[in-house]
Every structure is written in C-alpha cells, then in structure tokens.
C-alpha cells in the first residue's frame, strides 16, 4: 500500500503484527511492543470499557495491546496520515478501531472515563493532586477530580499522566557559528564547534565513546558529571579527556525510589529479582547478547554495579548471573 506516491512506505513486525508505516509518522520502535504488552496486562484487569490511545502514530502499540487481550480501540492524532495508517494497520490484522482525527481536546469524547489502575495510598493522591496541578497551569483544570479541557469540557478522571517532553532552548545560539542540532553539537570532549566553547548538562549533543554515538541526556548525574568534566577541559585543552557514560537517573516518588541505567532500547525486558506488582524490584534490559539497561523500584543496590557492567559491554549471561546471585539473597 502507498497512501501517497512521494512517500515510501516501509513495513516492519511489531510483536506479532505487521505494521506499515513512513516518513511522514513516527517510524515504530520495535522495543515498545513491550508497552502494548504491558497496557495488555493492565487492560485484563480494568474495568469495562475502551482502550484510547493518545498520539497514535500508525497505530501499533495500541492494535498490538488490543491483539493481545482483545478491547474496543480508540486512536486519537492530529495527523491524517497517522491515522489513514492506523485504519489500514488495523484491517490487516483483522482488528476493529475507531480513529478519530483531530486535536485531543477535540477528539476525545467525554465517554471514555480515565481509570487509574491498582489500589490507592496516600502518595499515590498526592502525585495525583501534583498531576493535576500542572495539568491545570496548561489547560485549565476544573477542580480536584476534574480536567477541564482546552475547548472546555470537563473529565473526570482519578489520574492524569502529563507527559510534557523537553526541547533544547538553542533558538539564541542560532547564528552563532556553534552547530545545533537538537541540542549544542560537542565532541567526545565536549567541546563544541567554536574555538574554547564547551557545553554540558540538558543541552549538549555530544559524543559518547561508550555507545560510539552522539545523545543528549536529560539527568541530572549526566548534568552535575558534564560541568565538571567541560570546565576541566576548557582550562586545559591540552590535556582533555573524553566524558564516557553509561546514562543513570533516579527519581523520587513518595517512598519509591525509581532508578535507571543504560538505554531503554531492548529486544527483551525481564524482571530478574522482585515484583512489579509490590513495592520493589528489578528488572534488565537486553540489547542483543548484551545487557543494555537495568529498572530498579526500591533496589538501589544492584544499580551501580550493573552500571558498570553496561560500561564493560557484559554479556547477558553475566547480568543474569549477577541478578540471580541477588534474587538467591533475597529469598535467603
Ligand atoms: C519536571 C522535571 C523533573 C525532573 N526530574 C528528574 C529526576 O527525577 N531525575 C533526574 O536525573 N533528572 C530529572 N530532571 C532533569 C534534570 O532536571 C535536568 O537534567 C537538569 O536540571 C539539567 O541541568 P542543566 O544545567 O543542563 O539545565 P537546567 O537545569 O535546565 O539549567 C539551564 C538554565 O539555563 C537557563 N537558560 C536557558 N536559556 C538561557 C538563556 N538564553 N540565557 C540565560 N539563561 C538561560 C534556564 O533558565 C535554566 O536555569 C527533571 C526535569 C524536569 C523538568
């Protein structure tokens, strides 16, 4: 199928499914059918009713979750493309949705209620009541159980998930002689494109020898680690060194410590020590024959050591080595 003559379209599997797709959405990352394998989970225990997707792209996650645990479907995008995807993506695998064009606060209807899923704590109120918060500085929420929506109606909802994103404030530099591109181009130094200029934290594109890839982190331990190290070769170019890192943040949610190493780009997720559904666990990211990353709830201890061994290129036979000699531990 070509939807239009300029444009390629590309196929790829997703989970089981085929999905087609081009330039003009979201190319599918193959690693989040793990997402469509988690809402399936979630969706075998929530309440009746529909499954919305929000930003649908060519509609995979959401047709690969509903493939798994069978739902009415919602895809809801603004663009027409995404959604002429989604329609076709979905008659091929022979699944029902409805695809609603548009923007969101005009496209959802007000009879999907938004559920949160798993029992209530009161950290669990408090992150809703924040939530909520900054869902009204954007759109103007109505009150404590509310969302009042751009074109004025009002949702119920016990949980809103803002999901707001970043972008590198680089509009000033344009012009300057550095070279941007989503974010301040530096090498494996750090040092960018003009003479004695160095950048670090949010903004920096730079180099890292240990994927032999440019990125831009969003952490803070990449921030605090990256000033420091740019500062030291911007006084002594000479004897530069190259900032070499494995990613890692964490995050606070009430008495949970979430923490994250490496890259969440995985061909498979296992959950090596602990349970998602209680208070604590751990889980690995493999990437290939290699481990690529690591989740940990509540398990600080495990994370710097699989840190470094994410920096050591290890195998995945290593990691799991590792994380079962932690499972044996916990149940002794
Ligand atoms: C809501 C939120 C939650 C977060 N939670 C976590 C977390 O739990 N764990 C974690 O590791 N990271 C978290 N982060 C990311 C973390 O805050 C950033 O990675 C870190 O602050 C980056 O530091 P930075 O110095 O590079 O940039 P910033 O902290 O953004 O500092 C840049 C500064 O430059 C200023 N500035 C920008 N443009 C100009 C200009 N033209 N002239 C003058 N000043 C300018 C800005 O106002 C800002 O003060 C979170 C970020 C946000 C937004």
């Known amino acids: 199928m070509n939807l239009d003559d300029a444009?390629?379209?590309?196929?790829?599997?997703?989970?089981?499914?085929?999905?087609?797709?081009?330039?003009?959405?979201?190319?599918?990352?193959?690693?989040?059918?793990?997402?469509?394998?988690?809402?399936?989970?979630?969706?075998?225990?929530?309440?009746?009713?529909?499954?919305?997707?929000?930003?649908?792209?060519?509609?995979?996650?959401?047709?690969?979750?509903?493939?798994?645990?069978?739902?009415?479907?919602?895809?809801?995008?603004?663009?027409?493309?995404?959604?002429?995807?989604?329609?076709?993506?979905?008659?091929?695998?022979?699944?029902?949705?409805?695809?609603?064009?548009?923007?969101?606060?005009?496209?959802?209807?007000?009879?999907?209620?938004?559920?949160?899923?798993?029992?209530?704590?009161?950290?669990?109120e408090s992150v809703t009541a924040e939530l909520m918060r900054a869902r009204q500085e954007i759109v103007d929420a109505g009150g404590e159980d509310t969302v009042q929506l751009s074109d004025g109606s009002t949702l119920a909802s016990d949980l809103v998930v803002a999901a707001m994103g970043a972008v590198p404030a680089t509009g000033w530099l344009e012009g300057s002689g550095l070279s941007l591109d989503d974010g301040v181009v530096c090498d494996q130094t750090l040092k960018t494109s003009a003479p004695g200029v160095y950048a670090a934290g949010d903004v920096a594109r730079w180099s890292n020898p240990t994927y032999g890839t440019t990125m831009r982190l969003e952490h803070w331990t990449n921030a605090a680690e990256q000033g420091a190290l740019a500062a030291r070769n911007a006084i002594n170019p000479a004897e530069?060194?190259?900032?070499?890192?494995?990613?890692?943040?964490?995050?606070?949610?009430?008495?949970?410590?979430?923490?994250?190493?490496?890259?969440?780009?995985?061909?498979?997720v296992e959950v090596v020590d602990g349970d998602p559904e209680g208070a604590e666990f751990l889980a690995l990211y493999r990437r290939g024959d290699h481990v690529g990353g690591a989740l940990s709830v509540n398990k600080p201890r495990p994370v710097m050591r699989i840190r470094t061994l994410i920096a050591q290129r290890a195998r995945w036979s290593v990691a799991l080595e590792y994380a079962q000699s932690l499972s044996a531990k916990s149940l002794s």
Request: charged share 20%; with cysteine; net charge negative.
């Open 240 to 268: 530069a060194t190259s900032y070499s890192s494995v990613p890692f943040f964490w995050s606070d949610w009430g008495d949970t410590r979430i923490q994250f190493v490496g890259l969440p780009d995985a061909d498979a």
């Open 7 to 124: 444009v390629t379209t590309e196929s790829m599997e997703f989970g089981h499914l085929v999905i087609d797709f081009d330039e003009r959405v979201l190319r599918p990352r193959p690693w989040t059918a793990m997402q469509s394998r988690w809402a399936a989970e979630l969706v075998a225990n929530a309440p009746d009713g529909k499954v919305l997707e929000l930003c649908s792209g060519a509609g995979h996650i959401g047709l690969l979750a509903i493939a798994l645990e069978p739902r009415a479907l919602v895809c809801v995008d603004l663009n027409p493309a995404a959604c002429s995807f989604t329609r076709s993506n979905a008659a091929r695998a022979g699944l029902t949705v409805e695809v609603r064009q548009g923007d969101l606060a005009e496209a959802l209807a007000l009879d999907i209620p938004a559920r949160r899923h798993g029992g209530s704590t009161d950290d669990d």
